[in-house]
């Protein structure tokens, strides 16, 4: 890979939600405009030929746009969430969100996967995370705990 970095590295890395940015306002800090943080870079996602900032947004615990409007504003352009974060709550402030700016992020998503779940059952599942994202895509789609017919992980 010409970026030195393996897409499994990248996903270890944590960038994709799990190590998600804690983001807040400058609550008394003094930051001038000059100062404010921002982020300082944005790397190759793999080969996707997506380019996201060196700190995401872990949405499972935002429940206000503002937030979300925030890290946007200081440049983070990658939002991670799924349709379990608060029973779907996640996505649709973020879908409060991406109605305005959706051009101006990433999202990703998850579904969680059981044995008994049917292809179908995961499509309306999935269209579910797009009518709460208020959005007619995601940029990345993955699923949590997949297991196979057999209940083993993948």
């Known amino acids: 890979m010409s970026d030195g970095i393996s897409r499994r590295s990248f996903l270890r890395s944590g960038v994709l939600g799990a190590a998600g ?31 996201v900032s060196d700190v ?7 429940q206000e ?7 946007l ?31 101006d992020f990433f999202i990703t998503t998850k579904l969680e996967v059981h044995k008994n779940h049917t292809e179908e059952q995961l499509i309306d599942r999935f269209h579910g995370c797009l009518e709460r994202l ?3 895509h995601v940029d990345i789609l993955m699923f949590h705990n997949p297991v196979d017919k057999e209940g083993r992980s993948f």
């Open 73 to 103: 504003d200081l440049g983070v352009n990658y939002v991670d969430t799924g349709e379990n974060y608060f029973r779907g709550q996640s996505e649709r402030v973020i879908g409060e969100v991406a109605k305005r700016r959706r051009k």
């Open 65 to 71: 746009p503002a937030v979300i409007n925030h890290a």
């Open 56 to 62: 995401s947004l872990g949405a499972g615990v935002s």
């Open 21 to 51: 940015a804690v983001v807040h306002r400058d609550s008394g800090r003094g930051y001038t405009s000059q100062s404010r943080p921002r982020i300082q870079e944005y790397r190759m996602l793999g080969r996707t030929g997506i380019r």
């Open 134 to 136: 208020q959005t007619d």
